[in-house]
């Protein structure tokens, strides 16, 4: 039976938002690796847990920004694929699993390259970006470390590529499925043996790339902006294999202070700070 475009749109927005079983995946490997960090590595479970909490507040600001945006984002993309608009629809078999799935997965992950760059190299979006490079310990719990204005300015960015690609909602979960899983073992405090590490970074984001993009100083900050496929970085000479873990140093020499990056409100203020401006 053919849904009117509204139906869609309030059937996908169900069908995007997690279900119980993506939010227990999620949570799931979230609370494994940080139950293993702590266990491996941790030198002190208390300031492990002090850390995380000030990480965890910013999942209370995304999650509004992020469902609210979520509406319009799939009112952009019922309305690219009802009228078969977009870069994807100008592909020889547009309908096709290979396109609208494989294809476009990999052209919205050249996108969020793009993101990642125009945030760092945009001075006024830098600042609400560094918020996430400001955390001194890199841990699995980074990964939700991110300013509210930057969650909105992402979904904007995402709602802009929905438009210009006509991506579907299909590939839109798909995306969020494999980008979320990345996104959290990335940031994770373990590393891949040099050679693991060096078969699977041809192709994807490994923690130790995206460790150095967290090291505290130019240009390893600038290095490896790569989401899920590590492609774009190797293409545009943005990739670096790999730091040492005696010479990884985690946050922002323009942002080291301790007091500062441990204080939920006081990082929440530092885009707004006079030096920034
Ligand atoms: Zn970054
Ligand atoms: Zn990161």
């Given amino acids: 039976m053919h849904k009117s475009p509204i139906m869609q749109l309030i059937s996908s927005y169900f069908i995007s938002h ?20 702590a266990v491996v590595l941790a030198s002190s479970w208390k300031d492990k847990w002090k850390h995380t909490l000030t990480n965890m507040f910013f999942i209370l600001t995304a999650l509004p920004v992020q469902l609210f945006m979520t509406i319009f984002l799939l009112m952009v993309s019922v309305w690219a694929i009802s009228h078969n608009w977009g870069l994807l629809f100008m592909l020889p078999h547009p309908n096709s699993i290979f396109v609208k799935y494989i294809i476009g997965f990999i052209v919205l992950d050249f996108c969020e390259y793009i993101y990642h760059v125009v945030m760092h190299k945009v001075k006024t979006l830098w600042n609400f970006h560094l918020v996430h490079h400001s955390d001194l310990d890199l841990d699995v719990s980074t990964t939700v470390r991110e300013h509210p204005v930057e969650t909105c300015v992402r979904m904007c960015f995402l709602i802009l590529w929905v438009f210009l690609l006509g991506a579907s909602f299909g590939v839109l979960l798909l995306r969020q499925t494999i980008q979320t899983i990345a996104n959290i073992t990335s940031h994770t405090q373990f590393k891949l043996s040099p050679r693991a590490n060096n078969i699977v970074s041809l192709v994807f984001i490994t923690p130790n790339l995206h460790h150095v993009h967290h090291h505290y100083e130019l240009p ?18 943005t ?32 885009p707004f700070a006079k030096k920034n401006a």
């Fill in 220 to 237: 390893y900050t600038d290095c490896n902006y790569g989401d899920v496929l590590s492609i774009w970085d190797r293409l545009f000479n």
């Fill in 18 to 37: 997690p279900s119980l079983t993506q939010v227990l995946l999620y949570a799931g490997i979230i609370v494994s690796l940080w139950l293993i960090e």
């Fill in 239 to 270: 990739y670096h294999n790999g730091l040492p873990k005696n010479e990884l140093l985690f946050g922002l020499d323009t942002h080291m202070d301790k007091e500062v990056n441990a204080s939920f409100i006081k990082v929440l203020k530092i």
